[in-house]
Every structure is written in structure tokens, then in C-alpha cells.
């Protein structure tokens, strides 16, 4: 019983500190709406009177709240340059919150024409002197090349400086901020962003920024300053930059060609399995660029690269084997990584099929029957064998059964393949064939309606021939 009336007593002092902190608000409520508005105007303009005196005698504080109250026209009409010339006063004082609000005025144009410059200098001023603000404005107009030459490196120290929560949030999400305007296709913002994560150490912003360099995204297209972000980054072992600084020096874009440079670091991505540097390799063996020609190392990266469904490279083992190059002639497989890449789009490999002749095709055709009939076979022998066997070597036989079951899955493969080849050869010949007629058809009509016409003209020339010749008899 006694828990119970304590727990109801609790209840009943909540409720009564509620209704007293409801009947407080109404009661200055009350009082706000019972002072007119020239008693309102009467405490501004005491306060004004207030601040002004102390402002006059060289009171920096005085002379900032006086600036604030033009600011932000507390009893007074809003006037910018009134307010700018108060903080003036203070900041010649050596006022350290003056001067950075005499900054943020010339940087955003307040009072005054914008001056990045200017404001820059009141900026430095002030943080001298340890303001936070002016330090973190200090860092933005560093990062946005904003009254001084860009600098992410500066950026960073006075945001680090600042050591502020914002400040802090600017240097962790400032990757996350460079792709979020990058998907924007706010160019401009996405880099000095990237550059803040980018002076930090970030591989992927360092890339980043030399594809926009590259591309020209933002900034002035500039081969030899995306080269320079390509190697902070492909130092620290990012392959994507790797790639590109290969590409770099094969192309001869920002630096002087040099295929052997090239060659190291494609090889530095392909060894960590970048698709796009092992084909650049099978290119440069392909054509002996900077090494000795070699068909059978080209084909062998090109390989590597096509086992991750890289379509060029799929497109030039099917050119390899198509000509015999680092590995004998067979259309077979030639028409296999074609097929691959054409699937992926690969125009090299949609117009490399129609090299097959229809001969060549059915050549293909029957050696993949065979190649199944012999496969089938042998996985039948062995399903034979597994079923009378033990152990390890009743395993044996269910692999290569296994194996050859899955070969004859891909000859199944293959020929269904050749024969839509096929189809689709025949089905274009019939297609030739009869736009040939029907263009020969055209052309017989023509032909008809052209005599037609020389008919029907030779007739009416006959018959003006006739009246005329009527008209000049004597009557």
C-alpha cells in the first residue's frame, strides 16, 4: 500500500510541476504581448545608446555588438557597410572575432565588393590569433584556390589547426563529399574535395583526380598533372592507377613515351589482377613494342585478361587462333572467342564472324560431331568402369566421367552455336536474293514506264505535228 502511494504522490508532483511550467510560458507570453511596440523600440535604442558610448570610446566588444545590431537590423534598418565599418574599428584593435567577421564580409560581399584577397588577409589575421572560424575559412579558400593559389596541403594543416568538430568532418567525409558531387557532375566541388581526402593519403582520390586532369572534369585537361596524381597513387600500390600511368607512358600523354615504363607498371596492376593491364601486355608483345615480338606471351596475357570476361582480349585470341599466331591455326576456337565477345558487344568480334564462310562453318560443324561422339563414348566407358571399381579408383572414373559429361555439354554448345551461324548466313543470302529480285523487278518497271511514257510522248508530238500542219492549209 505505502508503494502504491508513493508511486501516486510521484505522479501527482509531475503533474503539478507541468501545470506550473505551462502557467510561466503563458505568463511571458502575456507579458511580451502586453509591451507595445514603442516600449520594444525604447529598450533597442537604450541598448543602442549603450553600446554606441562604449563603442565610441574604443570598446572593441561595444564596437561589435554595435556592427551586429546593423547586421542582423535589431531596431535598426539592416546596413552592411554600417555594420562592416564597426567590425573595422574592433579589427584594427587586434579583435580577433572582428577580424574574421571583417573576413567572412570581403568573402562573401557584404557591405562591400567581394575580395578573396582581402578577405583571406583578415582570415590569416585572425587565425594567427587562434579563431577557430577564420582557420576553417582559411582551409576552404586553400582548397578552392579562393584568393590564393590551391593548395589541398595547406587546406588540410588549417583545417587540422581549426581542430573543431566541423573541421574534423570535413577531412573524414571529404572522399565521400568528392563522389557525391561527382555523381552530380559537379566537377569543380568533386575535386577540391578529392584533393582534401587525396593530401590525406587516399589512393582512390589520388586516381580521382588524375582521371578529372585526364578527362579535363572540372579543370583544364592536363596530361602531365594527371600523371603526377597517377603516381601518388600507383606508389601506394593502387592497381587502377597503375593501369593508367602504363597507359601513360605508352601513349607518350604527360610524359615521354617509354614502353618499357609502360611494360613495369601494367605489370604491377596485372600482377594484381587488373584485366585492362594484362591485355595492354598481350598488346605490347602482340607488336613488339619495346620488347621482342612474341605471339605466345601475347596470347598467354591476353588469356588471363579474357578469363575475366574481358571482350578485347576474348576478340584477339579468337584473331590468334584465327591466324595461327603463338598457336596453331583452328577456326574452332577462333569462332568460340569471337562468339564470347561478340556477346559482350565487341564490334571487332561481330564483324570478325562473318569471316566464316558457310564451308568453313560446316567444316567446324562436323569436327565438333565427331569431337562429341568421342566424348560421349569415353564418358560412357568410364561411368562403365566407375560402377565397377572401389575406392580411390571408382573416384578417378566418376571425375573424368564427370569431365568428359561436361565436354559434351560444350560440343553441344558449339554446334548449336554453328548452326544459328549457319541460320543466319542462309537467312541473309535469302534476303540478298530477294532484294535482288525485287530490285530487278523495280528495274523492269521503270524500264516499261519509261517506253510508256516515250510512247505516249511520240503521240502527242504526231498529233501536234498533225494540227499544225492542218492550221496552215488555205481555206
Same mark, same amino acid.
Given at each position: ?138 582551409g576552404v579558400m586553400y582548397q578552392a584556390g579562393l584568393g590564393v593559389t590551391k593548395d589541398y596541403v595547406e587546406a588540410v594543416r588549417w583545417y587540422r ?51 578529372? *586532369?585526364?578527362? #579535363?572534369?572540372? +579543370?583544364? =585537361? /592536363?596530361?602531365? !598533372?594527371?600523371? &603526377?596524381?597517377? $603516381? @601518388?597513387? %600507383? ?13 601513360? *607512358?605508352?601513349? #607518350?600523354?604527360? +610524359?615521354? =613515351? /617509354?614502353?618499357? !615504363?609502360?611494360? &613495369?607498371?601494367? $605489370? @604491377?596492376? %596485372? ?13 605490347? *608483345?602482340?607488336? #613488339?613494342?619495346? +620488347?621482342? =615480338? /612474341?605471339?605466345? !606471351?601475347?596470347?598467354?596475357?591476353? $588469356? @588471363?585478361? %579474357? ?13 590468334? *587462333?584465327?591466324? #595461327?599466331?603463338? +598457336?596453331? =591455326? /583452328?577456326?574452332a576456337e577462333a569462332f568460340k572467342w569471337y562468339r564470347l565477345a561478340a ?133
Open positions: 500500500m505505502q508503494l502504491i502511494a508513493k508511486v501516486r504522490f510521484s505522479r501527482l508532483w509531475f503533474l503539478m510541476t507541468i501545470i506550473f511550467c505551462a502557467l510561466c510560458i503563458v505568463l511571458f507570453i502575456e507579458s511580451v504581448k502586453a509591451s507595445t511596440p514603442q516600449e520594444i523600440q525604447q529598450w533597442h535604442d537604450s541598448e543602442f545608446q549603450k553600446y554606441n558610448r562604449l563603442a565610441e570610446q574604443g570598446d572593441a566588444d561595444a564596437q561589435i555588438e554595435i556592427g551586429n545590431i546593423y547586421r542582423f537590423g535589431t531596431g535598426v534598418i539592416t546596413d552592411n557597410i554600417k555594420a562592416l565599418k564597426w567590425y573595422r574599428f574592433a579589427a584594427a584593435q587586434g579583435n580577433a572575432k572582428a577580424q574574421f567577421l571583417v573576413g567572412d564580409f570581403y568573402h562573401f560581399g557584404m557591405g562591400t565588393a567581394q575580395n578573396y584577397i582581402e578577405a583571406v588577409r583578415w582570415y590569416r589575421l585572425a587565425a594567427a590569433q587562434g579563431n577557430t572560424g577564420a582557420q576553417i575559412q582559411l589547426l581549426s581542430d573543431s568538430s566541423g573541421a574534423n568532418f570535413i577531412l573524414e567525409k571529404s572522399f565521400d563529399f568528392g563522389e557525391t558531387s561527382y555523381n552530380r557532375q559537379d566537377y569543380t566541388k568533386a575535386i577540391n574535395c578529392y584533393g582534401i581526402a587525396a593530401v590525406q593519403g587516399n589512393a582512390t582520390a589520388q586516381n580521382k583526380i588524375g582521371d578529372m *586532369y585526364y578527362n #579535363g572534369q572540372g +579543370v583544364t =585537361q /592536363d596530361y602531365a !598533372e594527371a600523371v &603526377k596524381w597517377y $603516381r @601518388l597513387a %600507383a606508389t601506394q600500390g593502387y592497381k587502377d592507377a597503375q593501369d593508367n600511368l602504363g597507359h601513360m *607512358y605508352e601513349k #607518350g600523354n604527360g +610524359v615521354t =613515351q /617509354d614502353y618499357v !615504363e609502360a611494360l &613495369k607498371w601494367y $605489370r @604491377l596492376a %596485372a600482377t594484381q589482377g587488373d584485366d585492362s593491364a594484362q591485355f595492354a601486355i598481350g598488346l605490347i *608483345y602482340y607488336w #613488339g613494342q619495346g +620488347v621482342t =615480338q /612474341d605471339y605466345a !606471351e601475347s596470347l598467354r596475357w591476353f $588469356r @588471363l585478361a %579474357a578469363a575475366q570476361g574481358n571482350a578485347k582480349a576474348q576478340c584477339c585470341i579468337g584473331i590468334c *587462333y584465327y591466324q #595461327g599466331q603463338g +598457336v596453331t =591455326q /583452328d577456326y556477346a559482350q558487344g565487341q564490334k571487332d568480334a561481330q564483324a570478325n564472324l562473318k569471316l566464316f564462310t558457310p564451308q568453313i562453318l560446316t567444316n567446324i560443324k562436323i569436327a565438333q560431331i565427331e569431337a562429341l561422339r568421342v566424348s560421349r563414348q569415353q564418358e560412357s566407358d568410364m561411368a562403365t568402369k566407375a560402377i565397377h571399381s572401389q575406392g580411390a579408383k571408382r573416384q578417378s572414373y566418376k571425375t573424368a566421367s564427370n569431365r568428359y559429361n561436361l565436354e559434351t555439354i560444350q560440343h553441344n554448345g558449339m554446334i548449336a552455336a554453328l548452326d544459328q551461324e549457319l541460320n543466319r548466313i542462309q537467312q541473309e543470302q535469302i534476303a540478298a536474293a530477294q532484294e535482288t529480285q525485287r530490285r530487278i523487278a523495280r528495274e523492269a518497271q521503270e524500264k516499261k514506264e519509261s517506253a510508256s511514257e516515250d510512247y505516249r510522248k511520240s503521240i502527242f508530238n504526231y498529233q501536234m505535228i498533225q494540227i499544225q500542219k492542218k492550221m496552215s492549209k488555205p481555206f
